[in-house]
């Protein structure tokens, strides 16, 4: 929401007296500034603005909580790996008497590395990439197992065992087609492709030397095996230090954090609310609440997908599970709250007070229901406090249903207040002057009601279907179409892996590195693959060339004082690129973790004496097949990507304002929007967001720069346009009858739209939005340095707000004063809310044809 002022031509109220705001045991700014939520890792968002540098470099120089928790982590993996290190400076300590898997140094090297690559800031983070990365080796494992029964010992024992290379080469192409097309995660099929590159290599070479289990029987000092045990030793060792010395887990953090997220909410309604009153109306407190929202809009986001990781930390068994199912939910509800508040909002958006205003009455009343609403959600003993415990005593749950029960009767004292208010006013049903006033009420009666629905189902376990969830499951992994360009990533990725790998059979001799190094470094990442590439090239040679340097200065073997000066240095080597990788934005934070999990490989050398063995031709050949693979895939990005990120950005652009169209035109034709088009809106405009990042950075060449600046204030007003559509899905439907839940939209409006002036004034609604839409896409699609001539020919409708009156004055006499009903059910209130968000509509349009002018 950037900060701007409100051109509605509907009337506004006058300022209020400011009241004293009912006392309370807890109230949320208590909460912001109380030792619990100064222990949670993130700050209150309201306090300050994020520095430039921190935009930029992510939290690496932020100070506080956070930063101490990326420190510590940083440490516990730098120790991980010195640890495993270490074992090599041990004279005697690796002997032949341990499984091959411990004793040859080549194998041990890659404990360090997949270390690097499983290790997480939290458990459950963590252990999800454990178990993604066992699996992925567990797939090549069997490969390679089905194979050696089927041609023991491989292209080495071809006289003997029937070898036939087409069935090897049917089995890559096939196997590693199958890893990149399903939609699994990228580390399980990291993890495939590499070792798959690697077995693959030594089934095939006629001279190789790898020992595989044969006829399906396990040898535990077989290749296969072997780099499976290094593998797992790798991610149980990750997993260890997230819970040594004590552990780090997702759910403690996420519940201070909905503490103070949820905290922050209260603080955000009552300051709108405030400022709409007319107590505070200042620009600096109406700034200070925009940034609130948008911040709190980002964090739910980052809640939502840390309340899935917490699944892998109980896998949803027994009070871990509730208390993930509640927290699911309670973001949820924080989630529909600031969607209310957004329409609070936009509502609070003032430049002049006029008479007629009749919330000035109602001011006390307010203020103490938002006072109900904040103990509910975080007073002592609410809905927060039994997050926190999973439980709450007997007497508590009677506190929270008495909460629940005094905001009913709040909301119903307001809604009869206020409707007395009109009456005694002369306006029972309709009035231009009154439709904000209206608005406001409704989204109030809306907040209060969703706050005292979850309180009085708090308690009761979410239904879930098993088998349905399975269901979508199995078929999100075998479509590749589920993400909008995810074919042409299936099309590049094998195109790249392939390549490799025939430039590893017949160009290096079946060294599997070349396509090892493919599987490391694919990404579906379409921004500047030149950039991201250099990015992995600079992580990579700095993770393979430093620990040369290291190695051939210091006596890092025997025990003195050599030995220690390398493991400290190894310590602060590792510790630093991790912090760089946990703290740093997605631009950098790869680099750290490519040259942390390459230089944990490289630091694993053999001892030759007081001094370690440094194959520097080796190293050399690995920096030398590094810059080929992240060349030939570069050069594939940029010549087989089927459509570049701004042209995406442009696609979801357009696809949301096409579905927004089309919910706006169902509800105001009678017809039920539905939540999945709501949903569906709010999901295009998610994607275009991702990639408006993406098209940031990639190349132009001859094109203009990418418009970031005008994007920013384009999607911020889509997704408030996203708001307003869920707060006309709400309209649409019954709260207190027998038919609640259910959408009434067609008796709704059925009095109303045979109205000529109803039809003119949809009408012009949608016109506007085909114009701005087909402005804004000749806008973004206009990428020369000429003048635009669309932009340059576009007219606004000067006379579409103006209609808003007509309507109002002709549909005051159809609709019935209905005294008996609350605002949620009232038909007055409903439509009027219908008639505010036509309006609503046009000054969000109007907002995005001055982002595009300015820019």
Wanted: net charge negative; proline share 4%; aromatic share 10%.
């Amino acid at each position: 929401m950037a900060g701007r002022t409100d051109r509605s031509v509907l009337g506004n109220r006058p300022p209020a007296e400011s009241p004293r705001r009912p006392g309370m045991a807890m109230t949320p700014r208590d909460v912001l500034v109380s030792p619990d939520s100064r222990a949670s890792p993130s700050r209150p968002i309201t306090t300050k603005d994020i520095s430039d540098m921190n935009q930029t470099y992510g939290t690496m120089f932020a100070r506080g909580e956070r930063f101490k928790s990326n420190v510590e982590m940083a440490c516990r993996g730098g120790v991980g790996v010195a640890l495993v290190i270490w074992v090599t400076t041990v004279p005697g300590l690796i002997n032949d008497t341990m499984p091959r898997a411990y004793n040859d140094v080549q194998l041990l090297c890659m404990v360090g590395f997949w270390f690097v690559l499983t290790f997480w800031k939290d458990l459950g983070t963590t252990v999800r990439n454990a178990v993604q990365a066992i699996l992925g080796t567990l797939v090549a494992v069997l490969n390679s197992l089905v194979l050696n029964a089927i041609f023991p010992g491989g292209a080495k024992n071809a006289r003997s065992n029937g070898y036939a290379p087409s069935i090897a080469w049917a089995d890559i192409f096939v196997v590693a087609f199958l890893l990149i097309f399903m939609n699994v995660s990228d580390r399980f099929r990291t993890f495939g492709l590499f070792y798959l590159a690697m077995f693959m290599m030594h089934f095939m070479n006629p001279e190789s030397t790898a020992i595989f289990s044969r006829n399906f029987e396990i040898n535990w000092n077989g290749t296969g095996i072997s780099y499976l045990l290094v593998c797992t030793s790798g991610c149980v060792l990750a997993i260890l230090f997230t819970l040594l010395p004590y552990p780090r887990l997702v759910s403690q953090s996420v519940v201070a954090e909905c503490n103070v997220t949820a905290a922050t909410v209260c603080v955000v309604i009552e300051q709108v609310t405030e400022i709409y009153l007319g107590s505070s109306a200042t620009s600096a407190l109406h700034s200070k609440c925009e940034k609130a929202a948008d911040g709190i809009a980002e964090k739910l986001k980052e809640l939502e997908s840390r309340t899935e990781l917490m699944w892998w930390e109980g896998f949803d068994i027994g009070r871990l599970g509730s208390r993930r199912h509640l927290l699911v939910r309670f973001v949820a509800l924080l989630k529909k709250l600031m969607d209310i508040v957004h329409g609070l909002e936009h509502a609070a958006r003032v430049e002049e007070p006029v008479e007629g205003g009749l919330l000035k009455e109602l001011t006390p009343e307010i203020q103490q229901l938002i006072a109900s609403m904040s103990a509910t959600l975080v007073g002592s003993g609410g809905i927060v406090d039994f997050m926190s415990d999973g439980d709450l005593a007997n007497h508590q749950v009677d506190t929270l249903l008495r909460r629940a029960e005094q905001l009913r009767r709040e909301v119903h004292a307001i809604s009869r207040h206020y409707t007395g208010l009109r009456v005694e006013g002369g306006h029972p049903t309709l009035s231009i002057f009154l439709l904000e006033e209206d608005y406001f009420v409704y989204n109030m009666s809306a907040l209060a009601h969703a706050v005292r629905e979850f309180a009085m189902t708090v308690q009761k376990p979410a239904e879930r279907d098993l088998q349905k969830e399975m269901e979508s499951t199995l078929l999100d992994l075998v479509d590749p179409t589920a993400t909008r360009g995810n074919l042409n990533f299936v099309f590049r990725a094998y195109v790249a892996y392939m390549v490799a790998f025939f430039a590893g059979v017949y160009l290096f001799g079946y060294d599997f590195l070349l396509p090892a190094t493919i599987a490391l470094v694919l990404s579906k990442f379409t921004g500047s693959a030149l950039e991201r590439n250099l990015g992995r090239m600079q992580g990579v040679v700095l993770g393979l060339v430093l620990p040369v340097i290291v190695l051939t200065q210091l006596p890092t073997c025997g025990g003195g004082a050599g030995t220690w000066a390398f493991l400290l240095l190894i310590f602060l080597f590792i510790g630093l690129c991790l912090y760089i990788y946990f703290s740093a934005t997605d631009r950098y934070a790869f680099i750290g973790m490519l040259t942390a999990a390459f230089a944990a490989q490289s630091f694993f050398q053999p001892c030759d004496g007081d001094g370690r063995i440094v194959g520097a031709s080796l190293h050399f050949f690995r920096v030398v097949v590094t810059i080929t693979a992240i060349f030939l895939i570069a050069v594939i990005d940029l010549s087989l990507t089927s459509e570049r990120p701004s042209e995406a950005f442009q696609f979801h652009t357009a696809e949301s304002l096409r579905l927004a169209k089309k919910a706006l035109t169902r509800f105001y034709d009678g017809r039920e929007m539905g939540k999945l088009l709501v949903s569906t809106v709010a999901l295009e405009v998610e994607r275009a967001q991702d990639m408006a990042v993406q098209a940031s950075h990639e190349p132009r060449f001859w094109r203009t720069p990418f418009p970031s600046r005008m994007v920013q204030p384009v999607l911020s007003e889509i997704e408030d346009l996203c708001a307003d559509l869920r707060i006309l899905h709400r309209a649409s439907h019954v709260y207190k009858s027998e038919h609640a839940g259910h959408p009434d939209i067609d008796a709704l409006l059925r009095p109303v739209r045979k109205e000529p002036v109803w039809k003119e004034c949809v009408s012009d609604m949608l016109t506007q939005f085909d114009a701005v839409s087909t402005l804004l896409a000749r806008v973004l699609a206009h990428e020369s340095s000429s003048a635009n001539e669309h932009l340059l020919n576009y007219q606004h409708n000067m006379q579409a707000n103006d209609r808003i009156e007509d309507l109002v004055d002709a549909i005051t006499p159809l609709l019935k004063y209905a005294p008996e009903l609350d605002v949620l059910d009232d038909p007055r209130a409903r439509i009027g809310v219908a008639i505010f968000i036509i309006n609503s509509v046009h000054n969000r349009l109007d907002f995005v044809v001055e982002a595009v002018m300015r820019y």
